[in-house]
Structure formats: structure tokens, C-alpha cells
């Protein structure tokens, strides 16, 4: 069972003995929303299910005509990119054939920035067998797999069955009742520019939550594209930390999907589980009570 990283090689490995297995192709670009399942149209892992941001990992709800999002009054979180139930993340794994027998892999195009979105999720889910092809859909191709832009045909419903959350989802509530007190230690993935407020693309406050650290998730990576060596990360967040208790640590970003490389680092670099904030910067800034830090 692989349950973080999958590397290209494994991965053949895997599809070759016919283990059950599903891939997923969760590319994405924020900037640009019907990009990813283009990309996957023309090329993807043979198989591959396409699992976009927007449709299959978010629960907007409603969309005003100015674009502003309202989630969906059972989603999980609030922020840009509601997280759904957990009960309807079910449906749609049934939807598209994945059971609770299957190992899953899940890539993208973009540094496993959206990718992570899906592992945490099944995750949160109940189901272990989850991880992350390493290197994306790049080091795929680099490594002699097979792509196609074939359309690939419907799976048969599954039962797909919660079991008890692996990962742990942390509210606004609780970050709000931590401010200032030992318990809890958030890092914040955006970048450095973003978390200092000097600049704010997508939001519409600058800044970040008052006692937040920062990791920017894109320095999780080598210049292959590749997660760095897990000694190399546990000593990066072991300076990051500077002697506070791993354990306490809550990840958040600016809508809670490039948080999760975070939360992979941390598991690979040998520390245990943590917490995710789903509803992040989005969410937390949505209040104007809520303090706001810079620099």
C-alpha cells in the first residue's frame, strides 16, 4: 500500500500487476478553471479519472454575478474552495467507480500543488491507500509512461464507504480560540509576498493570521519537481519550528489546497500527521473582526 509518495516507477509497477487501483488527474489553474480539464483531454494517464478543483474537490454552492462564492450550507469549510461533506465526497468517489478496495493515485501538472487536495481529502475520508504520484504528470512522461487523449469510458457506481478521518480538519473556531494561546502553531504555505500582506491576488484582505509562520509549499520541492529528500525536510522544518511541538502544527494557505504539500512534507520528514485549516486566508480574512497581521 502506498500512502504518500508513488514514484513513476512504482506506479508502472502497480498498473502492470493489476493491482485495483484508480488514478486521478486533478490539474488545475486558478487563473484559468476550464484549463486543467483541457489538459487532461489531450493528455493524461491512461485510465486516469479527472478530478477538477472546482467540481469534484469544492462545494460552491452558489455564485453571485460579481464571482463572489457562497458554500453550500453543508460544505465543511468556508474560503474559495469550500471543502464538501465528507458524505458527498463519498457520492462522487461512487460516481466515478472508486471502492474501498482500490489504491489510489492522484497527479497533476503542477508541482502536486492540486494533487495533495485529493490525497488529504481521501484521507479524510477514511482510506489509507492514497498517494501522490512524485514528479507529477512530468516525471511520468520522463520516464517512458504512456499518455493518450482518448476519452475514457464510465466506471460503474461503486459504494464508496466513509470510515473514520484519518487527517484532522481544523475550523475558523478553533484557529480563533488559539490566538495567543501554546496549543496551536499555524504555518502558512502562500508566498513570502502574500503572508507578509505587501501583495494580495486573490483575496481581498493582505496579510496573514497573527502568530502564523510561513513555508511557502513550493519549497518543498527540488528543481525536478520532485518532494526533497525526507532528511533534508525534517531539518528545514525542524529551523522553521525552532523547538515548538510539531504536533501542535495547523496548516493553512490562501483556500486550503496548496497547504497540503505542507502537510506532506511534514510526513515524509518523519513527523506525524497534522492539522489542515480547510477554509485558510479565504475564509479567515472573510470576517472583518478577525485580526489581521503583516510584515
Request: glycine share 12%; aromatic share 8%; net charge negative.
Amino acid at each position: 500500500m502506498h500512502t504518500t509518495l508513488i514514484s513513476a516507477a512504482e506506479l508502472k509497477s502497480l498498473r502492470a500487476g493489476g493491482a485495483p487501483l484508480m488514478v486521478f488527474d486533478c490539474s488545475f489553474d486558478l487563473m484559468n478553471p476550464a484549463a486543467g480539464q483541457e489538459q487532461y483531454r489531450k493528455a493524461h494517464i491512461p485510465g486516469a479519472v479527472y478530478a477538477g478543483l472546482d467540481e469534484a474537490l469544492s462545494d460552491h454552492g452558489m455564485v453571485d454575478a460579481d464571482g463572489t462564492h457562497h458554500p453550500h450550507p453543508d460544505a465543511a469549510s468556508g474560503g474559495r474552495h469550500p471543502l464538501p461533506s465528507r458524505e458527498k465526497f463519498a457520492m462522487w468517489l461512487s460516481s466515478v467507480g472508486f471502492s474501498n478496495a482500490m489504491q489510489a493515485v492522484a497527479y497533476d501538472r503542477n508541482g502536486g500543488t492540486y494533487c495533495g487536495r485529493l490525497w488529504w481529502m481521501l484521507k479524510w475520508a477514511g482510506h489509507d491507500a492514497v498517494a501522490v504520484l512524485d514528479g507529477g504528470l512530468q516525471a511520468w512522461q520522463a520516464a517512458g509512461g504512456e499518455v493518450t487523449d482518448r476519452a475514457e469510458p464510465a466506471h460503474f457506481q461503486s459504494n464508496f464507504e466513509l470510515g473514520r478521518p484519518l487527517r484532522r480538519l481544523v475550523t475558523t473556531g478553533e484557529v480563533e480560540r488559539s490566538l495567543g494561546q501554546p496549543g496551536m502553531l499555524v504555518v502558512d504555505a502562500r508566498g513570502a509576498p502574500r503572508y507578509r500582506g505587501e501583495v494580495e491576488p486573490l483575496d481581498p484582505v493582505a496579510g496573514h493570521i497573527p502568530g502564523a509562520l510561513n513555508r511557502p509549499f513550493s519549497e518543498n520541492l527540488d528543481a525536478d519537481g520532485r518532494y526533497k529528500p525526507p532528511a533534508q525536510l525534517k531539518a528545514e522544518f525542524e529551523q522553521l519550528l525552532a523547538g515548538r511541538d510539531p504536533a501542535t502544527v495547523v496548516h493553512q494557505c490562501g483556500s486550503g489546497v496548496s497547504a497540503v504539500p505542507n502537510v506532506i512534507a511534514m510526513e515524509l520528514a518523519g513527523f506525524g500527521p497534522t492539522g489542515l485549516y480547510a477554509g485558510s486566508w479565504s475564509e479567515w480574512c472573510s470576517d472583518p473582526k478577525r485580526p489581521v497581521a503583516k510584515g
